[in-house]
């Protein structure tokens, strides 16, 4: 069996060296373009949440919710659907989950609050349906927000109260002008 000389392994060395560096620059590239991708769905969502037909299904929902005694259900839970959808594509790490955190938390967090008190609609629903995935991405998703939230809003900026945080949004979007966006 030949020895190799130290030419030999040094071309061999090399070799993988280029090989490895390769592959995580490769890598590299796969993240940022990712990262790319996320960013212009998460602009095209919020183009979407700005829409005038969302922003009269934000006002129409969040007005529902306030009422202290609901009565009937409103048939429009399309701002429901866009937070499902929401969650799907963060979960399946389409959107990462930082920048829905950034972009939409605060409308997240207050539309999940209203709609799971002072009743769980949810429960109610998957009851009524006995379909245990109704809105389950939205839930998940929401979980997910607020456990952003503990991590990264710790300190003097937290804020005391989600429920009243939440009332403070739902109110704003309740009162939202139709003609701005």
């Not at 000389?5 to 373009?33: E, H, K, N, P």
């Not at 607020?146 to 939440?166: N, W």
Request: glycine share 4%; aromatic share 12%; proline share 3%.
């Amino acid at each position: 069996m030949p020895t190799l000389d130290l030419a030999t392994w040094a071309t061999i060395l090399g070799t993988w060296i280029l090989v490895i560096g390769t592959l995580a620059f490769a890598y590299w590239q796969l993240r940022q373009a990712q990262r790319l991708h996320s960013a212009t769905t998460i602009l095209e969502l919020r183009e979407r949440f700005y829409s005038p037909r969302l922003r009269h299904a934000r006002q129409e929902l969040s007005r529902w919710l306030l009422l202290p005694n609901r009565g009937e259900e409103i048939e429009n839970w399309e701002v429901t659907h866009f937070f499902e959808l929401m969650g799907f594509l963060t979960r399946t790490r389409v959107l990462e989950k930082r920048m829905v955190w950034n972009a939409f938390g605060g409308w997240i967090t207050a539309y999940y609050t209203f709609v799971t008190q002072p009743e769980n609609l949810l429960v109610k629903w998957r009851t009524e349906s006995q379909d245990p995935l109704i809105y389950a991405e939205f839930e998940w998703l929401a979980k997910e927000i607020a456990q952003l939230d503990r991590l990264l809003l710790r300190g003097p900026h937290r804020s005391s109260s989600v429920l009243a945080d939440a009332r403070y949004a739902m109110e704003s979007e309740s009162n939202i002008d139709m003609h701005v966006g």
